[in-house]
């Protein structure tokens, strides 16, 4: 219990040092792993039934070489793919929103040195050492959230790729 409260106190002392963008960098780094770890169950877990369904449901049909059952395998084909695109596009921009918070922290902690520098009429170190900090710690949070989002928004952006063309393999016409 003690050791819980110790990483509390550390992890409520950064966000202290990183300004108030580093709370909104930390939210949009939240949202953005919640979504990869959703879209992780699906792939793992949920994918599966959803292609045996569409599988079954092509499998069904006595008609298979008509122009309107190919508009039906084409139908099936960009359900099975919408859903495995399902949040990439928002997982994507959240991987590209991380660095530009990071660089609005640069700028807010800028200006609290500046303001520091303008207040006192020196650069004192101690004094500006707040606001440097303030300007450096949401930009590594930033560019920490934008990397280890970028690796996974690709992996996921393939797979998708290539489970869609395995839908569509699997969907062909049996004689």
Request: overall charge positive; aromatic content about 10%; hydrophobic content about 50%.
């Amino acid at each position: 219990m003690i050791a819980l409260m110790e990483m509390y106190d550390a992890i409520n002392e950064f966000m202290d040092t990183g300004g108030q963008v580093l709370i909104v960098i930390a939210a949009v780094i939240f949202i953005m792993w919640l979504l990869i770890f959703e879209r992780f169950v699906f792939v793992f877990y949920s994918y599966r039934s959803v292609k045996k369904h569409m599988v079954s449901v092509w499998q069904g049909r006595k008609d298979q070489t008509s122009w309107y059952s190919e508009q039906i395998r084409n139908a099936l084909i960009s359900r099975g793919t919408t859903k495995l695109n399902r949040n990439l596009a928002l997982i994507q921009s959240l991987v590209v929103l991380c660095p530009l918070l990071g660089l609005l922290g640069t700028v807010t902690g800028m200006i609290e040195v500046f303001d520091v520098m303008a207040i006192s009429g020196s650069g004192n170190a101690r004094s500006m050492a707040s606001g440097v900090s303030r300007a450096t710690i949401p930009t590594m949070a930033g560019m920490v959230g934008s990397l280890s989002g970028v690796f996974t928004a690709t992996w996921l952006r393939r797979n998708a790729k290539k489970e869609a063309e395995l839908l569509a393999d699997s969907l062909t016409v049996s004689h």
